[in-house]
């Protein structure tokens, strides 16, 4: 039974250029959210997918958005990259919507220069 | 408001027990959570609790809830070197699906 899975597994983006990330969620589960996470630091919640539709956003931008396919699968795109938005982007899958289990994949690793 | 915080470090010896603590400040909280996180790696999640239950057991590890102190542990019974990593304790409140984390508790065993 395949967990969660991300796609690419590391990444290197100029300042201003865009960047779209993809997760897949483990089998069986309909819901996907999406974390920031900086060096040192715990994960900062950007957003939740469900039933197709962004349903929770967290304190992020305009330039984070992101998408959710009708096989539950999912996109993070980030626009006008900074420096700071270099960190590990973990993906995260629920078995429903009103799950509060969270099970997350490995990460894409995105630097910025 | 929303605030979760650990300490950074904690070093025990193989074969000791291990507690990580983690205090947070919003009464609303519904479910408390520790997930694993070893280096180059996603996060796994170890254990949950409800918010009305005092504690919660599964095999080594040993969750305790004082919701009178927003208060919650992690106990690692018979610590293992494969324990070593960064424990992060995380919260959800009501009517909210996002995880609140803290800066995570880096456990390190010692042979």
């Known amino acids: 039974d395949a967990g969660v899975t991300q796609s690419p597994t590391h990444l290197i983006k100029t300042r201003g250029q865009q960047v779209t990330l993809r997760c897949s969620p483990k089998?069986?589960?309909?819901?996907v959210s999406w974390y920031q996470q900086a060096l040192g630091q715990g994960p900062q919640f950007i957003f939740q997918?469900?039933?197709?539709?962004?349903?929770q956003r967290g304190n992020f931008p305009d330039r984070f958005s992101g998408h959710q396919f009708p096989n539950y699968s999912s996109e993070l795109n980030v626009n006008a990259l900074l420096l700071g938005d270099s960190a590990l982007y973990l993906c995260?899958?629920?078995?429903?919507?009103?799950?509060?289990?969270?099970?997350f994949g490995p990460g894409t690793r995105l630097t910025v220069t | 408001g929303e605030d979760v915080e650990q300490s950074l470090f904690l070093s025990v010896r193989e074969g000791d027990s291990s507690v990580i603590n983690c205090t947070y400040t919003?009464?609303?909280?519904?479910?408390l959570y520790w997930y694993k996180q070893e280096p180059g790696a996603g996060l796994q999640l170890l254990t949950y609790?409800?918010?009305?239950?005092d504690m919660k057991q599964d095999q080594r590890l040993t969750v305790l809830l004082n919701k009178k102190d927003k208060h919650l542990s992690l106990r690692i019974a018979d610590t293992q070197t494969g324990d070593s990593a960064i424990y992060f304790c995380?919260?959800?409140?009501?009517?909210?699906?996002?995880?609140?984390f803290g800066s995570g508790t880096r456990l390190l065993v010692r042979p």
């Open positions: 995260a899958s629920s078995p429903t919507g009103d799950s509060y289990e969270q099970y």
């Open positions: 919003d009464s609303s909280s519904t479910y």
């Open positions: 609790i409800f918010s009305n239950m």
């Open positions: 997918y469900y039933e197709e539709e962004e349903r």
């Open positions: 089998s069986g589960h309909d819901t």
């Open positions: 995380a919260e959800t409140m009501d009517s909210s699906y996002k995880l609140i």
